[in-house]
């Protein structure tokens, strides 16, 4: 079975640009979490989806982040325009649903560095 | 509000030592997930254990093992004869009852020399 694989793995761009991360959560997995680990600090908390929806916004930073999860299969986070700040390791998970779903299986990670 | 402190920022340890990896954590939670994660050098995190607040049993899992000890906030994990594999970073993590949202400490970098 494959896991949750995350594209692109490293994206270097300028301030002020615009980059797409996009996650593909485990097959059959209706809950999928962003995550974001910004250098020296510890993995933060994004957002939460339940198939299409958004469970819980509460860590998304500000309106120049927005996720999105059309069909509740993958999901998409855009950053723009991006500033240095928001540089870091920015990692997806997904779970099931019921009581297997506070296990997580997280993806390898989108590196973003912003110049 | 929540919070996970591991206070080991990097351990290194030779090969076939016992090594344990501190998690403290802060919730005024009085049902609450911990968890351990590992992060090998390809980047992921790997699911180790999640323990249930009211469950203080302590738990083994071949070299592995976690001590959870809820009168000083602890769930601290050893390692019992570690290989050269056991190198990563480990995170210690915390979630509500009934919210999936993981709360992570700053992770213990950890080296086995052989």
């Known amino acids: 079975e494959a896991g949750v694989t995350q594209f692109p793995s490293h994206s270097v761009i300028e301030k002020g640009q615009t980059v797409t991360l996009r996650c593909d959560p485990i097959?059959?997995?209706?809950?999928l979490y962003w995550y974001r680990r910004v250098m020296g600090k510890e993995i933060k908390f994004l957002l939460h989806?339940?198939?299409?929806?958004?469970?819980?916004e509460s860590g998304m930073p500000n309106n120049r982040f927005l996720a999105e999860r059309t069909g509740g299969t993958y999901s998409t986070l855009k950053v723009q325009p991006a500033e240095l700040e928001d540089s870091g390791v920015y990692f997806c998970?997904?779970?099931?649903?019921?009581?297997?779903?506070?296990?997580?299986?997280f993806g390898p990670g989108t590196r973003l560095t912003v110049t | 509000a929540q919070k996970v402190t591991q206070a080991q920022t990097e351990i290194s340890v030779v090969e076939k030592e016992d090594v344990t990896l501190d998690c403290v954590y802060e919730?005024?939670?009085?049902?609450?997930?911990l968890f351990w994660y590992k992060q090998p050098p390809s980047g992921e995190l790997v699911f180790l254990i999640r323990?249930?607040?009211?469950?203080?049993q302590n738990e083994i899992s071949g070299r592995y093992s976690w001590n959870f000890q809820k009168s000083t906030s602890s769930f601290n994990f050893t390692i019992t004869a570690s290989q050269v594999v056991d190198s990563a970073v480990y995170f210690c993590?915390?979630?509500?009852?009934?919210?999936?949202?993981?709360?992570f400490g700053q992770g213990t970098r950890l080296t086995i020399n052989p």
């Open positions: 998970a997904s779970s099931q649903v019921g009581v297997s779903s506070y296990e997580q299986y």
């Open positions: 097959s059959g997995h209706d809950n």
């Open positions: 989806f339940v198939k299409e929806s958004k469970q819980d």
């Open positions: 919730t005024r939670d009085t049902t609450y997930y």
């Open positions: 323990r249930n607040s009211f469950d203080e």
């Open positions: 993590a915390l979630s509500q009852w009934g919210a999936q949202k993981l709360v």
